[in-house]
């Protein structure tokens, strides 16, 4: 990756919630499907502004959404406690057609308190903060579509509920 290459070419895959264990391995969050996850590729993390590059070694699947992760060069404790809390990026992709914001289309949104937000009418792939295009009363209003945010989801009956933050509606 070139030193000019900026945020916008990256496409978060994962955030680190913490270190595991004494020797730079790290428990993350995964955002995509951990065999979609390419061992070959160099995934970046992001310091003072800048992509540096890592290479996956080792991957160990936790759960659906979580994997251990050993990446080159993080060999101690404390290299891996120095990278919580931060994104692991690739290269970002050209969005296909079938993007999986899209598959919501049609969805009816509820908040917490069980009233109607509206219906999805669209997504925004923002990097580090998607946003479902939801039809509010007449009015096209944006909501941060996180994993932290997502209360409840029925495929079945096309209806997703989210902690939607105070004054967004």
């Not at 790290?26 to 540096?52: H, M, N, Q, R, S």
């Not at 120095?82 to 993007?99: F, M, R, S, W």
Request: aromatic share 8%; net charge negative.
């Amino acid at each position: 990756m070139e030193a000019d290459s900026n945020k916008s070419d990256l496409q978060s895959i994962a955030r680190v919630v913490k270190s595991n264990g004494t020797k730079g391995e790290l428990l993350a969050e995964l955002f995509i499907p951990p065999d979609e996850i390419e061992k070959d590729e160099p995934v970046y993390i992001v310091f003072d502004g800048l992509p540096v590059p890592f290479f996956i070694e080792n991957s160990t699947q936790r759960g659906s959404r979580k994997a251990l992760l050993r990446l080159t060069d993080i060999e101690s404790l404390e290299d891996a406690d120095e990278l919580a809390g931060k994104y692991i990026y690739t290269l970002a992709q050209p969005v296909e057609d079938d993007d999986a914001g899209e598959t919501l289309e049609g969805w009816i949104v509820y908040d917490t308190e069980g009233k109607k937000a509206g219906v999805v009418t669209g997504f925004l792939d923002i990097p580090e903060n998607p946003c479902l295009i939801v039809d509010h009363e007449g009015d096209e209003v944006y909501i941060p579509f996180h994993e932290n945010l997502i209360a409840e989801y029925d495929e079945a009956g096309e209806r997703i509920v989210i902690d939607i933050p105070s004054g967004l509606i």
